[in-house]
């Protein structure tokens, strides 16, 4: 019974991100709701999927859908996946909530339900079912580094990529309106702070291992 409703719930949370993200790449394909976003299709596609919120998201629904079928996979690439999504979605709720809620007005009712969904109630969801159910004994430090690599590279190509385009997804990292020295501070402590939740993660596993 605990196991069908483990998968049952992390099947659901999965589904949930899926469906969201399904609704706003949808939207963000057929309708440029900004005049300061892309105008094709096709750049549009590229700008949203550039955006931390979508892709820890993402993180999390593919390691919820993983546990779904296999509830103890103890695979190092779904660890580190499983991590990812964990820690990115608690950085994407305290970010949002904390400094972008205030500039960021979604145009319409469905927009923003779809926006309080990636960043307050699947947050939640996924980090209160990894609390109560695990599955745990999958963090260390070849994983948190694993984790910390795929950070670093979305970095290199948020930077890379905003070079050749002008489009970056934060206004904490623009570099046309706070230079560069300013944007990679403010890249860097986004990155300390993962590596701290991280291990914070870790802490609380080793914790519940010892109970």
Request: charged residues 10%; aromatic residues 18%; contains cysteine.
């Amino acid at each position: 019974m605990c196991i069908m409703l483990k998968r049952n719930i992390n099947l659901f949370i999965a589904l949930y991100v899926l469906f969201v993200v399904g609704f706003e790449t949808y939207t963000y394909w057929h309708t440029q709701l900004r005049s300061w976003q892309p105008v094709t299709p096709i750049g549009r596609m590229v700008f949203y999927y550039s955006f931390f919120t979508v892709l820890s998201n993402l993180m999390l629904a593919i390691s919820c859908l993983w546990l779904a079928f296999s509830p103890n996979c103890n695979r190092f690439i779904f660890r580190v996946i499983r991590l990812n999504g964990l820690v990115g979605v608690i950085i994407t709720a305290v970010v949002y909530n904390s400094i972008l809620r205030g500039i960021h007005v979604p145009p319409n009712i469905f927009m923003r339900l779809a926006n309080e969904s990636l960043h307050v109630v699947i947050p939640l969801l996924g980090v209160l079912s990894w609390l109560i159910w695990g599955p745990f004994r999958r963090i260390n430090f070849r994983v948190i580094m694993g984790s910390l690599f795929t950070m670093l590279i979305y970095g290199i190509y948020t930077f890379v990529r905003g070079f050749f385009t002008q489009y970056y997804p934060y206004p904490f990292i623009n570099v046309t309106k706070i230079g560069y020295s300013q944007a990679l501070i403010n890249a860097g402590i986004v990155i300390l702070v993962f590596i701290g939740l991280a291990y914070l993660l870790w802490a609380i596993e080793c914790l519940r291992r010892q109970k």
